[in-house]
């Protein structure tokens, strides 16, 4: 909401500046997917069909644009996991490690957030989400009996994030090939 500077009133923001902002937040979503930090506010800009005056109106620093994304993506990611977690019985840790590679495969920012130190405040409650329902995933596979008993979900990430991350940095991105180490990585932490 802003405020009506002649009545002090609150009013809800123009139409058109709520596409706009949703526009651009879809475009930069797409184009840090495919380049990855690297990508610029023009690029976004131009794929969402604005100039960057209106990139910068929305989200002033760069930073506020990466920051939009990687909370949309493990925004996201939490809402896949949770259907998985109840909509499954059994299993939902093993379906989830090639669905989680698959996804860092293609999207090339979400490494660098997962890996990433300090974040803001709306990103770090976010990735805190997202490692309580892998938490879930990974409590339910020990008391299942699928995975080590003494796994944790440092562990988890070590492996994940470092498998994945070293498949980027190879800049290796065939499908099957990601695949096969998510499967790697599930039959290194069966029981």
Known sequence: MTQ???TGASKAPRADRVRNRARVADAAYLV???RGLGATVAQVAQRAGVGNATVFRHFPT???LLDEVAARWLE???RVMEDRLDGQREGALSDLLPVLFERLRTDRFTLDVLRAGV???RVEHARRGTQLLFTR???RAVA???VRPDLTYADMAVLVLGVAGQLAEFEDFDADRWRRHADLVW???RA
């Open 4 to 6: 009506d500077s002649r």
């Open 76 to 78: 996201d990611w939490a």
């Open 119 to 121: 974040l803001h405040s």
């Open 62 to 64: 760069k930073e506020d």
């Open 144 to 146: 299942e009996g699928l």
């Open 187 to 189: 039959a290194a932490i």
């Open 137 to 139: 995933a990974l409590d």
């Open 32 to 34: 840090f997917a495919e």
